[in-house]
């Protein structure tokens, strides 16, 4: 079956240095990925998509990369802030229309 | 504009009680999707609509759930009867075609007791 998997454990970093956060997919090939960022009590909010034929995306100090061939997906935040903080999911589509999102990692930065 | 429009924002009902949620998708967009949160189980896709059209209902996790599009500007879950196990956050969510992001409602906080 198709899965979604990122890492459950929190990920905790200090200010300043560089998060990296990880969606490994299994059984299926999307052709593109997109992130996001929940913050406790409201909606996901859309941040980057990134697409079969593209490597690297950014997006001020986010970047995010996407390797169909190990079908694995990583997403960098660069000079992390406390304002960072947040739960951040990724979410391949399946079947093109429908994005199916990953359980999530929170992601806590320590002044 | 003022993003995805969910209602009510916190519903508590006792077992077998109808619950329906309500949602406002941004003006233009044309697909609709509706979400469930649990710590369990994260996101859940439960239906989703192009056009109106129910295109999706897989996720759908009994009859005892039905969902609606009457018009492009809104929507309905509905739960009948509900029960314990329906706790959970229901998101909204609406976007612009394929491959677009998309824009979550702020959710419905439902507790059946």
Redesign the interface.
């Known amino acids: 079956s198709q899965k979604i998997e990122q890492n459950s454990e929190a990920l905790n970093i200090q200010e300043g240095k560089t998060a990296t956060l990880t969606c490994n997919y299994t059984n299926y090939s999307p052709?593109?990925l997109?992130w996001?960022r929940q913050d406790p009590g409201?909606?996901?909010?859309?941040l980057l998509?990134i697409?079969e034929n593209e490597k690297e995306k950014r997006k001020e100090r986010l970047k995010v990369t996407f390797d169909t061939t190990l079908k694995q997906s990583l997403f960098h935040i660069t000079a992390s802030q406390p304002a960072d903080s947040a739960t951040y999911?990724c979410a391949p589509?399946r079947?093109?229309?429908?994005?199916?999102?990953?359980?999530?990692t929170r992601l806590q930065v320590f002044p | 504009d003022a993003g995805v429009i969910q209602s009510p924002r916190h519903e508590v009902t006792e077992m077998g009680q109808e619950v329906t949620l309500r949602c406002k998708p941004i003006s233009g967009h044309d697909y609709l999707f509706w979400y469930r949160q649990t710590m369990m189980r994260g996101l859940e896709l439960l239906i989703y609509f192009n056009n109106n059209v129910p295109i999706d209902d897989s996720g759908m996790p009994e009859d005892r759930f039905s969902a609606k599009m009457p018009n492009a500007s809104f929507s309905t879950l509905k739960i009948q009867p509900s029960e314990p196990r329906d706790s959970a956050v229901y998101f909204c969510a609406s976007s612009l075609g394929q491959a677009s992001g998309y824009t979550f409602g702020s959710g419905t906080r439902l507790t059946v007791v």
Request: hydrophobic share 35%; aromatic share 18%.
């Open positions: 052709a593109y997109q996001y409201r909606g996901p909010v859309f998509l697409r999911l589509p079947n093109t229309d429908k994005l199916i999102f990953g359980t999530g």
